[in-house]
């Protein structure tokens, strides 16, 4: 019998203040439970605007201890109550002075699973990300949540191909991109890179970005937020380039061991041929 699961990604513009952003996404996430959601990400650092596009110490108070800090536990709750799966990126305070781009995620009953942090870090204007974050050191870890073997990667990691196939050996069967990109820089890869992904690795992409112009830049975040199968086709429609919108869809997970028997890359894979390919 095939197992479906139904995932959910939201994508929403800034409100102008961090509770109100946080509120939001609350109640995504009851309306994602309440159209039968299992599963619910949200977008590159959530509850806050894309800063990136300044460098201001001044937001480095954005960030706090993962999973013990305020809003992780408020989550925990949430999930708990909604019996729902939350992909939670945030900006992660290990310690004083180090800082991540980071992804909480809490299981259906609000247990705290692990952490995923963003190992490529960009440094161009209008996402000054080496400013506030140093490189990901926790690996591609793969979380066995209540519906299944979840995966994420973040934003600017799209672009590297090594992470996804980590993701794809390591078992994942969906793998969630929280983003912030922007209209005149990636809007030309974002129905490219990540179909592409999801082929080569033979598992679904939830692909989120944000929406709209902030007050600290140009930035035009365009939305466009999907689920994309294995086989490169987008699971109903993508989402506004404008607008709020929850996607939720229905994930068929027997597309999976098809399109895996049909092609076989893992076996075909030649991994002692690759040495060269991690050099420095």
Known sequence: MSR??????????????????????????????AQGAQV?????????????????????????????????KRFQTLARELN?????????????????NTAAVIDSDGSYLGKYRKHHIPQVPGFWEKFYFRPGNAGWPVFDTAVGRIGVYICYDRHFPEGWRALGLAGAEIVFNPSATSRGLSRYLWQLEQPAAAVANEYFIGAINRVGVEDLGD???????????PEAQFVGEVASDKETELVVRDLDMAKLREVRDRWQFFRDRRPEAYDPLTAP
């Open 4 to 33: 479906v699961i139904r995932a959910a990604v939201f994508q929403t513009a800034w409100t102008g203040d961090k509770e109100s952003m946080i509120q939001v996404h609350e109640q995504a996430a009851r309306d994602a439970a």
């Open 40 to 72: 619910l990400c949200f977008q590159e650092l959530f509850y806050g605007p894309y800063f990136c596009q300044v460098q201001d110490k001044a937001f480095y108070e954005y960030a706090e201890q993962i999973p013990e800090g305020p809003i992780v």
């Open 84 to 100: 729902l799966v939350l992909v939670l990126p945030m900006y992660e305070e290990e310690q004083p002075g180090v800082l991540y």
């Open 219 to 229: 930035n035009d975040f365009y939305g466009t937020s999907y689920f994309v199968d």
